[in-house]
């Protein structure tokens, strides 16, 4: 890995605030919210939804900023860039992700949108439906991109979901080209099937031209590749990065890089809660031993340690040392 790399991972993403709270699926569908997927609304539509939800828990969130706060708990590196607002949210957002351990100086914007929040209703099955307001999200743009710090990160790791603005394109492309001629590596997440859906030509040309390390999950990967089983996934996903991380939920994930195929069986939970934030604390855990000299199967399964850990509780962010729950289980 890198030599001289200061960070072993800086994040690129939404800054979000999330609002997590119980719900039955009857209350999404009076509702009108598409179950299991995330839905980008108004500011208006999230002050109507906060105002049906039960009891919620706020906290941080966001893909790639839970992410971060993965690997701070394994004892990782990181670094983040996201654009919040100078209103309360964005105070909080600042906080706590410093807090967790993860470097984060992207100036607040001192007009335009409020900071942006995730309102999540889990139904009893512990799916998750988001919806988002991305507010000052959207105004990430390559100027916030510190050359610097991406310089000094052993891979830059960007979220799908901030993909959707123009300026935040620019912003991607320009962090995986200073990655690049430093020579560092470059990740990328999916996100989500249906912002695949909405970007699969511009995806495809992301994943080929700069793109070392590509994190989705099974749906994610046959949306990208318009295939309908996970075989062909694994054909397509061979020729277009160094390194693809597939998860499937309770089948584990499947790893591939050129020949080498290692499958990685999911840790067992007893209870499963909440399933937000599961595919971001993968990509922790398995950036985390990328990064720090584990091989790719070992990598995996840290990365099923920490997704276990998240679904056993509500909230996409670790409550328990991810670093000694590792030591204890990867024996």
Known sequence: MSENAKLDVVGIGNAIVDIVATADDALLEEQGIIKGAMNLIDQDRANALYDVMGPAIERSGGSAGNTMAGIASLGGKGGYFGKVRDDQFGQVFRHDIRAEGVEFNTEAATDGPSTARCLIFVTPDAER???????????????????????????????????????????FIHASKTAHAAGRKVSLTLSDSFCVDRHRESFLNLVNNY??????NEEEAMALFEVDNFDAVLQEVRGCCSVAAITRSEKGSVICSGDEVHV????????????????????????????????????????????????????????????????????
């Open 264 to 331: 990685v069986d999911a840790v067992p939970v007893e209870q499963v809660v909440d399933t937000t934030g599961a595919g971001d604390l993968y990509a922790a855990g398995f950036l985390y031993g990328y990064t720090n000299g584990y091989n790719l199967y070992d990598s995996g399964r840290i990365g099923s340690i920490a997704a276990a850990e998240v679904i056993s509780h509500f909230g996409a962010r670790p409550e328990t040392s991810l670093a000694e729950l590792v030591e204890e289980k990867l024996k």
């Open 129 to 171: 439906s988001m919806n988002t307001y991305l507010g000052a999200c959207v105004n990430l743009t390559v100027a916030d991109i510190d050359e610097e710090m991406i310089k000094s990160a052993k891979v830059t790791y960007m979220e799908g979901y901030l993909w959707d603005p123009e300026e935040a394109k620019k912003a």
């Open 211 to 216: 793109v070392d390390i590509l994190f989705a």
